[in-house]
């Protein structure tokens, strides 16, 4: 095997993953990446990029920072990997993108992190990074513009006590400001907390502030704990998750084994960054599923060390789908001898490209995030589906 | 015997001595240590608070909250510091590493506050916090809170292990003391049972080596030794 460029030999091009395999939000970074590797398998049987197969150099880092910091040095200096892809979370990446300035003179890239903070959206770090999913910004402007809409004005925040959940604050803050209302009350919870675990001193909290609406910004253990609590508690509000909850995790958690689960679930509303992997008319959606159902992607056997039941579809997975899609045509792009010094240029050319969910997706200097759209889903049948009347659904009676 | 009456005595006062060195030493030693530390633990966040301070001009003016938050929780990592929280210009709060949430106490308080202050946290202990402004206070106020039960646990081994360094030091300086001192109580033990002898006019076993010694005893048994045998030569001349 002949190393032509870092990260390439004749037969391979090496993509670097750091993301949760292990940890109360394992699921995230399982999900992601078996949605991801659906799509590379099915390429990689094809014949690969110009004779070259894809192949994802994975580390576990359990969603904390430093793990997350070693394994991109790793991936960076001794692994040598042609780019960084489906990083999971916002600590986590957050450390990662001083990095990447660090070793700028190596261009090497991260791709399609899965979150919505805007640290890698932004000046000093958003030169290095390429976002495809919509930011926490426009979730939460959406989930805060919806709820203000049906008259649901005193809105209060569960957040997670870091920077993922600050990001997501600071969105609904500003949002908040935008109709002139402020943040009704606020708690958090520290990351890694389990299901088991109790909010009930957060629901306290929260429910003192007689909110109308409670936005969550976690990780699915903590959220599904969160509003078991509220339900329990008698707060009886909408409580809206980010799309980083993993929302099938979170409904797993309510519903199975759980003697009210109905309550728990008749409240919530998801947002998603994706379409609704149930809408099978959409194309790249029909494309998922039937490639998860082909290749019944396993995450990597050495780092999964505790149990975990993959689920058959999930909004997670298909953005890790899509996020390989994306990858894909932008390593065709490439020229025969793959350089990172062009991978630049091969984003930036990607212009009105049709991933198939119905929007398309454009790149350049100043649009480092191809996709805009938020989705809203509500849990129906033991599934989350799309909402389509906000006021029928969470208007005051 | 006297001698032993007056080593005794001795042995009491080296005791006491050594007592009331240990016992002034160590409370200089407390005093000292507790102030310092207690000193340096408030410059240390006194010097977190503006390092912070001081970092976060361009995340404020520049970047997103989660930039600030993420910085926040890394010195939050550092031993004894508890709690960090930053207000805006209006007081508001933009970043905290508060779980479940801001204690009320905190949310009432004068937002601006930079001197050193002691709170007590339902549900979490007692802290001391020290601020630090942020651009000369137009761009808000970073808290840095301390654990001063962890500051006092940590002052508390720093002064047990000085105090009980102390008291090794005592106790071989005592039985070092005793040691000398009875170095020096045996032959004049001798010296006097010597002395006694010769005054009742017997002759002891040991004459020779006390008589031998070239010290200060030695000197002495000598100078009974002749004294005696003078007087013996005397009374035999009469």
Redesign the interface.
Known sequence: MTLTSSGVTDTEIILGVSAAFSGPSRGLGIELYRGASAYFTHINQQGGISGRKVVLKTYDDGYQPDPSVKNTLKLMLEDEVFLLFGYVGTPTVTRVLPMLKKFQDRNIFLFFPFTGAQPQREPPYGDFAFNLRASYRQETAGLVDNFVRINRKRIAVFYQADAYGRSGWAGVRSALKQHGEQIAGEATYRRGEKFTGSMRKQVEILKASDPEAVICIGAYAACAAFARDAVDLGLRVPIANLSFVGSENLLKLLTEGQDNSESYTQLLVNSQVVPSYEETSTPAVKEYREMMQQYAPQPPEELVKEDYTPFAQSFVSLEGFLNAKLMVEILRRLDDDPQRSQLEDAVFSIRDFDLGIGEQVSFGPDRRQGLQRVYYTVVENGRFVTLDNWEDRFGKK | MKIKKLFQKTRFGIFALFGMISLSTSALCIYTVDTHLSEEYENNSKNIAKTIADSSVDILL?????????LI?QFVEIQSIKYIYITDESGEFL?H??????PEVIRTDDPFKTEAIERNLPGMGDFVEVGSPILAGIAGTVHVGMDTGLIALKIQRAIGRQVYLICIILVVGFFAAIWLVNLAANPLGDLLAYAVGRARGEDGASDDKLLSRDDEVGHLANLFFYVSEGKKSEQSDT
């Open positions: 520049n970047r997103d909250l989660a930039a600030l938050q993420s929780d970043a590493t508060f779980v479940p949430g801001i």
